[in-house]
Nanobody, 126 residues
Framework: QVQLQESGPGLVKPSQTLSLTCTVS??????????WTWVRQPPGKALEWMGA???????YYSPSLKSRTTISRDTSKNQFTLQLSSVTPEDTAVYYC??????????????????WGQGTQVTISS
């Protein structure tokens, strides 16, 4: 069974860049999923789809976050990453990485994904 694990700093200062890594284990980032995705959940709010990278390498971004978001992958390490620039306290959330088929693209619903990480809390504060 494919497993995903998020890693990165739990505290980021405002205006800085948030960087997270998702490591894929017991599977291949090249073949185990059509799309590799980042989703977040701010406190008291619903899940928010942020962006995805396809097996082809094509990237998809939420229009509201596109100007600040970069998703990349390192196939040699079986990892994909999220960078979110110019963060504010409103970016405080639990960040999840996920993998899924076509139905997962742009989806805010956890059930649309085949694989889901445990999540990592990121707090934006000085």
């Amino acid at each position: 069974q494919v497993q995903l694990q998020e890693s990165g700093p739990g505290l980021v200062k405002p205006s800085q860049t948030l960087s997270l890594t998702c490591t894929v284990s017991s599977g291949s980032i090249r073949t185990s999923s059509a799309y590799w995705t980042w989703v977040r959940q701010p406190p008291g709010k619903a899940l928010e789809w942020m962006g995805a990278i396809a097996n082809s390498g094509y990237r998809y971004y939420s229009p509201s976050l596109k100007s600040r978001t970069t998703i990349s992958r390192d196939t040699s390490k079986n990892q994909f990453t999220l960078q979110l620039s110019s963060v504010t306290p409103e970016d405080t959330a639990v960040y999840y990485c996920a993998g899924g088929a076509t139905r997962s693209l742009y989806s805010d619903y956890r059930n649309d994904y085949d694989y889901w990480g445990q999540g990592t809390q990121v707090t934006i504060s000085s």
